[in-house]
């Protein structure tokens, strides 16, 4: 990912089976060859994480320079807004889309360890901050209403208390004042 003026553009690797010895030629992947628009539009996701390696040299810059550090983090939001987009698409998974943030997070950390303006910066973009909005709220009112639905219907059917109820349907134990509330 790193690479210098004496960086080759292709590597060797060897793979030697008992007697035997393959060695292929493979391409050096030199993150400063790529741009982030590259990199979206070639659809290359796996190289996000490690797209800070871009900036490797100049953190020190950005640590004290508020308007580079502004453009580094919007950078980083049009990769958050790009991985939400092919979410949205059905393009990428909810699961993935969270392993290359949390991987991007991990390279930054390390990274920009020496540089907390540009770590803090970056996470704060890449994480974001969790909001409320209605829709969630309405779903998770939605959630517990049938969930306490189904209790009922066990405590009715099998006559069972609600302790069995929530027991039998792994209700944690921190939301079970909740429940107690909703019956």
Not at 125 to 134: A, D, F, N, S, T
Not at 136 to 155: C, N, P, S, W
Request: hydrophobic share 40%.
């Amino acid at each position: 990912m790193r690479s210098t003026k004496n960086t080759p553009d292709n590597l060797h690797i060897c793979i030697r089976f008992q007697d035997k010895a393959l060695t292929y030629e493979i391409p050096a992947i030199k993150m400063k060859n790529y741009s982030l628009d590259e990199l979206l539009k070639k659809n290359l996701l796996f190289l996000l994480p490690f797209y800070i390696f871009t900036y490797d040299r100049r953190l020190k810059e950005y640590k004290t320079n508020e308007p580079k550090l502004n453009a580094l983090k919007a950078e980083y939001r049009m990769i958050v807004k790009h991985l939400d987009h092919l979410e949205y698409l059905g393009q990428l998974s909810a699961y993935f889309k969270k392993t290359l943030i949390e991987l991007s997070e991990k390279v930054v950390d390390n990274l920009a360890a020496n540089y907390g303006a540009v770590k803090k910066g970056v996470k704060a973009v890449m994480g974001g901050q969790i909001l409320e909005y209605e829709a969630k709220t309405i779903l998770r009112q939605g959630q517990m209403e049938a969930r306490v639905e189904d209790i009922k219907a066990l405590m009715e059917t099998m006559n069972w208390t609600v302790e069995q109820a929530m027991d039998r349907l792994k209700v944690p134990k921190d939301k079970r004042a909740a429940v107690y509330e909703k019956l």
